[in-house]
């Protein structure tokens, strides 16, 4: 009845945002479960909001869980697509072929699900958003040295069958958990990470630790992934890396919301970690002319436009005509 509810919720027009507590205690009651529905929803809840990463792998994960899940992979087409997945979005077709309609005639004059009208800067904060654990500060690169030397290898073949957590020790179930963060599937890494936290050496506990973290930012789950942090000792380099994940994707989320203030905020005490690159310079410009902050925008676009970034172009003219300055 509880993910009956969730999914209710999640589904319920016109989109409103969810607090985080609430969203982690359903995605954590939906990979208990597991709830392919319930994922699936998550998944439009993500696109809605537009972080079409974060739906790709809910959608992903739901149709794992149920193969004849359509409303599933009609979303893998539409998030793939927004991310200019072109090769996911033909692949999904040719296997839908006579079964749906709509993802095969998917981009052929049909529509695409909209989703709340926000500026284009949006488009670029989530974008990098479930990056964070991949590539700023490449923190995925770390732990696939330091967390995939297990069972799991440098592959992902040899995590594609479905193994319960519990069934694992906590060494094989850690290795594990890096093998399906390798295959980008983090939702399902969690409880193997959860398992390997159950292990009696500290060095096993703090790469799960950290891996249990890195799961939740690609799920775009900011507080569980600071719960999972503290779960055992990490290195200063490991907290770092985190808080600037953890830290980006709270500034993100934020902003997709329309809560500019504590976007902000977490780009203040993000830039205490790490200088901010174009897209959440663009992002802290956004949040600045929304607050009608013009001034400050100006600035900050006038700087990233000069380098050419396209978002930024966009925001120095609407923040000059919002000041009637005209070159």
């Not at 208990?32 to 929803?41: H, L």
């Amino acid at each position: 009845l509880y993910l009956d509810a969730a999914a209710a919720l999640l589904s319920a027009e016109p989109r409103r945002a969810l607090d985080q507590q609430v969203l982690g205690r359903i995605a954590d009651a939906t990979l208990s479960a597991p709830s392919a529905n319930t994922a699936q929803e998550l998944g439009w809840y993500a696109y809605a909001f537009q972080q079409p990463q974060t739906a790709l792998e809910w959608f992903s994960l739901a149709l794992r869980w149920q193969p004849d899940l359509e409303p599933a992979a009609y979303g893998i087409v539409v998030a793939a697509n927004a991310l200019g997945d072109d090769a996911t979005v033909k692949s999904m077709q040719a296997q839908w072929a006579g079964r749906s309609v709509r993802i095969t005639s998917f981009g052929k004059g049909g529509g695409v699900p909209t989703s709340t009208v926000v500026p284009s800067v949006q488009q670029v904060a989530l974008t990098s958003e479930p990056r964070v654990a991949a590539t700023n500060p490449k923190p995925a690169q770390t732990v696939a040295s330091s967390g995939g030397g297990g069972s799991g290898g440098g592959s992902t073949s040899t995590c594609t069958t479905y193994v319960p957590a519990a069934s694992l020790s906590p060494g094989a179930a850690l290795s594990r958990a890096w093998c399906m963060m390798r295959a980008n599937r983090p939702a399902e890494a969690v409880d193997l990470f959860n398992r390997a936290l159950q292990a009696p050496g500290q060095n096993t506990r703090s790469d799960a630790a950290y891996g249990l973290a890195l799961a939740y930012v690609r799920m775009g789950l900011a507080s569980e992934a600071a719960v999972a942090a503290a779960a055992a000792p990490l290195s200063s380099k490991q907290i770092i890396e985190l808080d600037i994940a953890i830290l980006t994707l709270r500034a993100t989320s934020a902003y997709s919301i329309g809560d500019y203030v504590r976007a902000l905020d977490a780009l203040d005490q993000r830039a205490r970690y790490a200088a901010e690159r174009n897209d959440l310079l663009t992002l802290r410009a956004w949040s600045y002319y929304h607050l009608k902050r013009y001034r400050e925008a100006l600035q900050i676009f006038t700087a990233v436009a000069a380098t050419g970034h396209g978002d930024a172009v966009a925001g120095l003219e609407a923040t000059k005509r919002a000041l009637m300055i005209f070159d």
